[in-house]
């Protein structure tokens, strides 16, 4: 079955930085966007980064543009979010994301979450 794994969340100053990871099984990777969502208390899940199936393409949200960068492997199956001069203010659970659209024959919107890793940016 399908399944992502993050890693690389944990606990760092304000300025500091973390790679997160996003491995991906059971699913053909090269055929998915990948996108990272975040959530932090109390506020709805929001997109942060986006990357599409050949890495060709990448888009990020006005509030980490300049300090994040996505990355994919796709010979690792992998999805990695470079954040760099972190702030108090990107404190989330971090999502990782892939999806599809698949047109022929009709319409269908596959999807697959991860299981979240914690960021917290905190003196």
């Known amino acids: 079955q399908a399944q992502l794994v993050e890693s690389g969340g944990g606990l760092v100053e304000p300025g500091g930085s973390l790679r997160l990871s996003c491995a991906a099984s059971?699913?053909?990777?090269?055929?998915?966007?990948m996108h990272w969502y975040r959530q932090a208390p109390g506020k709805e899940r929001e997109l942060v980064a986006s990357?599409?199936?050949?890495?060709?393409?990448?888009n990020y949200a006005d509030s980490v543009k300049g300090r994040f960068t996505i990355s994919r492997d796709n010979a690792k199956n992998t999805v990695y979010l470079q954040m760099n001069s972190l702030k108090p203010e990107d404190t989330a659970v971090f999502y990782c994301?892939?999806?599809?659209?698949?047109?022929?024959?009709?319409?269908?919107?596959?999807?697959?979450w991860g299981q979240g890793t914690q960021v917290t940016v905190s003196s």
């Open positions: 994301k892939a999806d599809r659209i698949l047109t022929l024959g009709g319409y269908k919107y596959e999807y697959y």
């Open positions: 059971g699913f053909t990777f090269t055929s998915y966007d």
């Open positions: 990357v599409s199936s050949t890495g060709s393409t990448t």
